[in-house]
């Protein structure tokens, strides 16, 4: 490839991952399965082994030195990450396990204030994790579920969401960034245009976080969740940020330790934000190694990033092309970090398989969008996924390996 890497070291960069350095049967690893899960930096390894080793108890509740040593690198987490995507305030930001935790807590409390006649809005770009939440809320509310079309591109259809968009719509849900498509929606326009109605905004953000700086006040929604493990953290944690007064005021999710303020035998009153909706002992070193994860990424140049990361889409996409049989799936013009993809005359399963054995690693299936494959009228795809570490050899390394694929299955 031509070129070079510009402004990023991604040699230096990589050298602080070590399982970039592993071999698969002999064969140099090619990671390109990101959008499932990142690998994670030295940085966030010594977090999670530091806090066991020197500082591990439980948080907010001990009388002695090691948990207040936990509270504060737990709490300074939190401050770190509401930073990160500029909270207003740090309260706003509530741990969860992952993105799907973080949309199930505002399916739950919105699920009760649902009812019927009123309308939920998602897109037929969703993961499961944003759709299967929302069909269900809709089912025990008798509320309406609405699934905003998108063009075979998999661009989003905006003037059909306008016109899906009405008085009775209590909630829109997207995703910031597509997992199987790869395609970035309009997040601020879609924001603007829902909040002209007075409904709710959630953004999906589980592959947005990691692909450029995002400010949630800037975007204007009500919720953003994102999960550590697509963003170079830990596995089993995430977050839900959303807006004080809606957080304060809705439905509680779990009840228990932590998140209450006064219990009688009868009675309970719930305690402030972000305790509210933390019931019993969270994941601290996992959010502590997503606080390193943060600061980590934080101080790496976003705008080399995003465009290291669109080169490698770029290139990937050229010879995607000009490959023989290859279709593409997913090719709108806003787009970042996936390419979704079909060999003509193989499966999916097929292709990752012989991939595998060359060391490439892929993700192949449905991509958790069952209903997105079925608008496509496909079971699913190969799909490459690229992040800040990848290079272009490494797309040149699945190219070779897919034209083994390609010989082996045609
Ligand atoms: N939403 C999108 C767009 C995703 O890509 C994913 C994970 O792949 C999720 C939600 C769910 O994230 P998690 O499994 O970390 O909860």
Redesign the pocket.
Known sequence: PNGGEMSLDVAALRAQFPILSKTVDGKPLVYLDN??TTQKPQAVIDALVDFYTGTNANVHRGAHHLSDEATRRYENARTSVAKFINAKAREEVIWTS???EAINIVANGLGQLLSEGDEVMVTELE?H??LVTWQQACRRSGATLNVVPIFDSGELDVDAFDRLLSENTKLVAF?HVS?ALGTVNPIKLLTEKAKAVGAWVLV?G??GIAHGGVDVQDIGCDFYAF?G??LFGPTGI?CLWGKKEVLETWPVWQVGGEMIKDVTYHEATWGALPNRLEAGTPNIAGAIGMGAAVDWFSALDVNALHEHEQKLLAYATEQAEAFDGMRIIGTAPNKVGVLSFLLEGAHPADVGFILDRQGVAIRTGDN?AQPLMKRFGIPGTARASFSIYNTLEEVDSLFAALKKAKMMLA
Do not use: F, I, R, W
């Open positions: 959008a499932a992952g993105t799907t993961h994790a944003n995703p997992n999906d589980a592959q999960s493990h697509k995430g958790c």
